[in-house]
C-alpha cells in the first residue's frame, strides 16, 4: 500500500483585536474598561468613527458611523482623534514577531495578517501551539491582544480569527472544515453578501446546511457560474481561491476629513505635506518601494475624484513624492471648490526595488535618502521624537 505524502498547509490568520482602541487603552491606563471611540470629536463635523473598543460597541457604534450618531448612542464615551503614527509603529511591531515564526508573512492592512507556518513543527511544535505562542508573545511584548484562527486554508483561518473575540483562538482542525462551515450562521460566511444572502432567504435558503442541500444546478441558476462554486465548495470547506493569491502589490494611503471645507492653495499644500510625510515613512517602514503616488480629493458637495501618476523610477525621497502629489493635485482640482476630505498614497508597491537611472540629481538624492532613513530610526528607537518637514511660511 502506497504511503500519502502529501504535505498538510497550516495558515493563521491574525487580527488585532480593535486595533485603534485598544492602543488607546494601552496608552492611556485610565480608559481601560471605558467605551472608546477613535476618529474625531462629537464637535467635529464630519468625523466618522474608525475604530470602536468593544466596550463602545455594546452601545450599537461601530466602524463608518458619523461621530455625532456615536455621541447619541453612547454621550458617555471617550472620543479621540486618530494618531497614525503610533498605530503604525505598533502594527510594524507586532508584524515583526510574526517574522520570527515564518518567512511568510503577508500583511493584509495595519490590523491583520496571514501567516504560512507549514513545515515549521520542528521548530516551534505543533501548529495549534505555535498559534498560541504568537499571542502570548504580542501580549508580552506589546501589551494589545489578538485574535487568532488556525486551518488548513486561508479563507477558513480568516474566519476562524473572528470566530471568538477579542483575544481568542479558534483551530479547525484537518478534516473537520466542512463540519465547521455547515455550522457557521449564514451571515458570518466571509464573502458573501448581503443581496446574495437576500436571494438565498427569498428561495428559502437561510442556512449553511441548506446551501449544501441545494444542487450545483440550482445555484448555478440563480447566481451564474462564479458564485455557484462559491457557494458550493465554500460550505464544503474547500474555498481556496479567495484568499490563495498574494497580491503581488499593495497600496499605503492615508486621508484628513477637514472640520471646514478648505479652499486656500497654500492650506492645501500644508495639509499634503503632512499625509505625504505619514504616507512616506509608512512605506520606509515597511521597506516597500513604489513608483506611483496618487491623490484624492472629496469636495464639499461629496463629489469625489482620484488621480495618479507614475514615473519612471522608485519615488525614494519625501520632496519627489511631495512635488508629485502638489503636481498631480495641481491637474484635478477645480480652483475655487471647498475641499472636505484629502487623501494621499503610493500605488502598487513592491517589496523589491527597481535599479534607479543615474542622473544628476542623484548625490543630492542619496543625501536625503540617508536623513530620512536615519529620522524613521530615531522615531524607532523614541517615538516620543517627532521631526516634521516645515514649510516656507506664507508671506
Avoid at 479567495?242 to 471645507?261: N, R, V
Avoid at 519612471?312 to 520632496?319: E, F, K, P, R, V
Wanted: aromatic share 10%.
Amino acid at each position: 500500500m502506497q504511503e500519502n505524502n502529501e504535505i498538510t498547509h497550516w495558515y493563521l490568520h491574525v487580527d488585532l483585536d480593535a486595533f485603534f482602541a485598544s492602543v488607546e487603552q494601552l496608552d492611556n491606563p485610565q480608559y481601560k474598561g471605558k467605551p472608546v471611540i477613535v476618529g474625531g470629536k462629537p464637535e467635529d463635523r464630519r468625523s466618522v468613527v474608525s475604530t470602536a473598543s468593544y466596550e463602545a460597541r455594546k452601545y450599537g457604534v461601530h466602524s463608518a458611523m458619523p461621530t455625532f450618531q456615536a455621541y447619541k448612542l453612547c454621550p458617555n464615551g471617550i472620543f479621540v482623534r486618530c494618531r497614525m503614527e503610533r498605530y503604525a509603529e505598533l502594527s510594524y511591531k507586532i508584524m515583526n514577531i510574526f517574522k520570527n515564526y515564518s518567512p511568510d508573512v503577508q500583511q493584509m492592512s495595519i490590523d491583520e495578517a496571514f501567516i504560512d507556518i507549514t513545515g515549521t513543527e520542528k521548530l516551534f511544535g505543533p501548529p495549534q501551539e505555535t498559534a498560541l505562542k504568537i499571542q502570548t508573545d504580542v501580549k508580552q511584548q506589546t501589551g494589545l491582544t489578538v485574535s487568532v484562527g488556525l486551518a488548513t486554508t486561508k479563507y477558513l483561518a480568516k474566519i476562524a480569527s473572528g470566530y471568538s473575540k477579542p483575544n481568542g483562538f479558534t483551530f479547525i482542525q484537518k478534516g473537520q472544515e466542512q463540519d465547521f462551515m455547515l455550522n457557521l450562521p449564514l451571515n458570518k460566511v466571509w464573502g458573501l453578501g448581503k443581496k446574495t444572502q437576500e436571494i438565498l432567504k427569498s428561495k428559502g435558503i437561510k442556512t449553511t446546511q441548506e446551501v449544501f442541500n441545494t444542487s450545483f444546478a440550482t445555484l448555478q441558476f440563480l447566481f451564474g457560474q462564479n458564485m455557484a462554486t462559491f457557494l458550493y465548495n465554500v460550505v464544503r470547506g474547500q474555498e481556496k481561491d479567495s484568499l490563495s493569491q498574494k497580491p503581488k502589490s499593495h497600496s499605503i494611503s492615508a486621508e484628513t476629513t477637514f472640520d471646514y471645507d478648505l479652499t486656500d492653495i497654500y492650506n492645501i499644500e500644508t495639509e499634503l505635506l503632512e499625509l505625504a510625510q505619514g504616507v512616506f515613512f509608512r512605506l520606509l517602514k515597511e521597506g516597500g518601494f513604489s513608483h506611483t503616488a496618487m491623490v484624492k480629493i472629496r469636495y464639499e458637495d461629496f463629489t469625489t475624484c482620484s488621480i495618479q501618476e507614475t514615473i519612471d523610477h522608485n519615488i525614494n525621497t519625501l520632496d519627489t513624492f511631495y512635488e508629485i502629489l502638489k503636481r498631480i493635485f495641481e491637474k484635478k482640482y477645480i480652483s475655487g471648490r471647498g475641499i472636505r476630505l484629502l487623501g494621499v498614497g503610493f500605488e502598487n508597491i513592491e517589496k523589491t526595488e527597481t535599479p534607479q537611472p543615474q542622473d544628476l540629481f542623484e548625490t543630492n538624492n542619496t543625501k536625503k535618502q540617508i536623513i530620512e532613513k536615519t529620522i524613521l530610526n530615531m522615531s524607532q528607537k523614541n517615538p516620543n521624537i517627532k521631526i516634521h518637514r516645515a514649510r516656507t511660511i506664507k508671506k
